[in-house]
């Protein structure tokens, strides 16, 4: 069974700071790696994937999250956040791209002026 | 392209009552699931359904909930009696068989469900 862990619950972070969310997952099988985001009143979009092939996935916002096999990590970066940024995010896995999504608990990020 | 919608956004019911959400994937997308939220818990899968099928249902916590997929399009999932710890965020979520397995999953704006 596949699980992920998001060690971070609330990050605050002032405005054009760096950040980094944690995510790491369990798997005794390959799997693909996603990271969703839930802005205030809104549903789940999803940031970016990892399916396979370059290990460093980057979305269209400027955040980057990096596949590491040997560590089991997909962490979420962002050199430089935005007011805008204030959302949750998820991290999730799933086996196949039609298989269940299993979630992390979410990181809810504060971005403060 | 529209995207996954969801109906209604918000039902606040009593307890006992039934209420019945509503799904409506991207079109020509055969694979759709459903999740929920509850309050301060990670979200979870509930079930999944190929066109009218169900695939998976190892998520649905107990017979007070019933999923449906008639004619393999929209979704409904029916909570029948509601119960309080059924209160939460449901989504809605749907992908493509045709992508070669690389479609990614996606979700609606959810259902927020309170019930009293």
């Known amino acids: 069974a596949q699980s992920v862990t998001q060690l971070d619950s609330q990050v605050p972070v002032f405005e054009e700071a760096p950040v980094e969310l944690r995510c790491n997952y369990s798997?005794?099988?390959?799997?693909?790696l996603f990271w969703y985001v839930q802005y205030p009143n809104q549903g789940l979009q999803l940031l970016l994937k990892?399916?396979?092939?370059?290990?460093l996935v980057e979305s269209i916002n400027g955040f980057e999250a990096e596949f590491n096999k040997s560590q089991t990590s997909f962490h979420l970066r962002k050199p430089s956040v935005h007011i805008s940024d204030t959302a949750e995010y998820f991290c999730?896995?799933?086996?196949?791209?039609?298989?269940?999504?299993?979630f992390g608990p979410g990181t809810s990020l504060s971005v403060i002026p | 392209e529209a995207g996954v919608t969801q109906f209604p956004s918000h039902s606040v019911i009593e307890k006992g009552q039934t209420v019945t959400l509503r799904c409506d994937p991207i079109?020509?997308?055969?694979?759709l699931y459903w999740y929920r939220r509850v309050m301060g818990k990670e979200i979870k899968f509930l079930l999944h359904?190929?066109?009218?099928?169900?695939?998976?249902e190892s998520g649905m916590p107990n017979n007070r909930f019933l999923a449906e997929r008639t004619g393999g399009t929209y979704s409904t999932l029916k909570v029948q009696p509601a119960e309080l710890e059924d209160s939460g965020v449901y989504f809605c979520?749907?992908?493509?068989?045709?992508?070669?397995?690389?479609?990614?999953?996606?979700f609606g704006p959810g259902t927020r469900l309170t019930v009293l």
């Open positions: 359904f190929v066109k009218e099928s169900k695939q998976d």
């Open positions: 798997s005794s099988v390959s799997v693909y």
């Open positions: 999730a896995v799933t086996k196949t791209s039609y298989d269940k999504v299993i």
């Open positions: 990892y399916l396979s092939g370059s290990t």
């Open positions: 979520a749907s992908s493509s068989l045709l992508g070669g397995g690389t479609d990614t999953q996606y």
């Open positions: 079109s020509g997308h055969d694979n």
